[in-house]
């Protein structure tokens, strides 16, 4: 069996399982050669990929909001290892999400860099459908508001065009 290169930037990401612990996907657009990897921190959730980390948004444990899971994969043959820090998005324990009223963290994400993170359908107290920006550059999320959407939006995709002259 042909196996991708994991580390390739234009590798898609897929959770196929629903469960606690189940396969995440793997996959290879071009070619659509794809392979599954287990590890028990793998949740249902939002997924995001940036170079050699990917993040699964998910709920905390503890039930009180969501956090992101940070995942770096350590070679081309898709051997993925978790990083030790969580991001909190909850708006209950944590003072600078509750000035925004924040009280669901959305729907699609995606990686901007390897510390920003987009949104979408994150309901504030202004309203819901907003796409927002998400820092995640310390161990408690940092979400700027971006724009409304006009109504529910499901998937997200951040590109970044460099021009030069």
Same mark, same amino acid.
């Given at each position: 069996? %042909?196996?991708?290169?994991?580390?390739?930037?234009?590798?898609?990401?897929?959770? #196929?399982?629903?469960?606690?612990?189940?396969?995440? #996907?793997?996959?290879?657009?071009?070619?659509?050669?794809?392979?599954?990897?287990?590890?028990?921190? *793998?949740?249902? @959730?939002?997924?995001? !990929?940036? $170079?050699?980390?990917? *993040? +699964? !948004?998910?709920?905390?444990?503890?039930? =009180?909001? $969501?956090?992101?899971?940070? *995942? +770096?994969?350590?070679?081309?043959?898709?051997?993925?290892? !978790?990083?030790?820090?969580?991001?909190?998005?909850?708006?209950?324990? *944590?003072?600078?999400? =509750? /000035?925004?009223?924040?009280?669901? #963290? @959305?729907? @699609?994400?995606?990686?901007?860099? %390897? /510390? #920003?993170? &987009?949104?979408?359908?994150?309901?504030?107290?202004?309203?819901?459908?907003?796409?927002?920006?998400? $820092?995640?550059?310390?161990?408690?999320?940092? &979400? /700027?508001?971006?724009?409304?959407? @006009?109504?529910?939006?499901?998937? +997200?995709?951040? &590109?970044?065009?460099?021009? /030069?002259?």
């Amino acid at each position: 069996m %042909s196996h991708i290169d994991c580390l390739d930037c234009k590798t898609v990401i897929s959770d #196929t399982s629903g469960s606690l612990g189940g396969p995440i #996907t793997f996959t290879d657009p071009i070619t659509g050669l794809s392979q599954q990897v287990s590890l028990p921190d *793998f949740e249902p @959730g939002e997924l995001a !990929k940036y $170079d050699d980390l990917f *993040f +699964i !948004k998910c709920s905390d444990s503890h039930g =009180t909001g $969501d956090v992101i899971k940070k *995942f +770096i994969i350590t070679s081309s043959n898709c051997s993925v290892q !978790k990083l030790p820090q969580s991001i909190f998005l909850s708006a209950i324990p *944590f003072g600078a999400l =509750t /000035t925004l009223g924040v009280t669901y #963290t @959305g729907n @699609g994400m995606c990686a901007k860099n %390897s /510390t #920003t993170l &987009i949104i979408g359908s994150v309901s504030l107290s202004s309203g819901s459908n907003w796409i927002c920006e998400v $820092d995640i550059s310390s161990p408690v999320a940092l &979400i /700027t508001p971006l724009f409304q959407a @006009g109504g529910f939006v499901n998937v +997200i995709l951040y &590109i970044y065009l460099l021009l /030069t002259l």
